[in-house]
Nanobody
Framework: QVQLVESGGGLVQAGASLRLSCAAS????????MAWFRQVPGKERECVAA????????FYADSVKGRFTISRDNTKNTVYLQMNSLKLEDTANYCC??????????????????WGQGTQVTVSS
């Protein structure tokens, strides 16, 4: 079992920055690909960023490229999402997820086995 707990969300103005953290417990995170997803009520869950087990491969949604950076510290069992130049459309519940499989990094939600509860990010004008 893996438990994931997100933190760092909040209410910010457009153009501001936030850094989300996701702490994993239960098993060492180095065995998993990790990803950040976001969801808005009435819309499909979207993978905004993903990172491979050792951090040598990443994925970003087109909507966040150049603004968001995913990173991980396996010694701390933590994955981060640095979000810069936030826009109104970034408002969502952000959750992290762990893929314990043996395949390559993927943005597909069905590939992820464990999910956190999420942290709300609200961007105001």
């Amino acid at each position: 079992q893996v438990q994931l707990v997100e933190s760092g969300g909040g209410l910010v103005q457009a153009g501001a920055s936030l850094r989300l953290s996701c702490a994993a417990s239960g098993r060492t995170m180095i065995n998993y690909h990790m990803a950040w997803f976001r969801q808005v009520p009435g819309k499909e869950r979207e993978c905004v960023a993903a990172i491979s087990r050792r951090g040598d491969s990443t994925f970003y949604a087109d909507s966040v490229k150049g603004r968001f950076t995913i990173s991980r510290d396996n010694t701390k069992n933590t994955v981060y999402l640095q979000m810069n130049s936030l826009k109104l459309e970034d408002t969502a519940n952000y959750c992290c997820a762990a893929d314990v499989g043996l395949f390559a990094l993927s943005p597909r939600p069905t590939r992820y086995d464990y999910w956190g509860q999420g942290t709300q990010v609200t961007v105001s004008s």
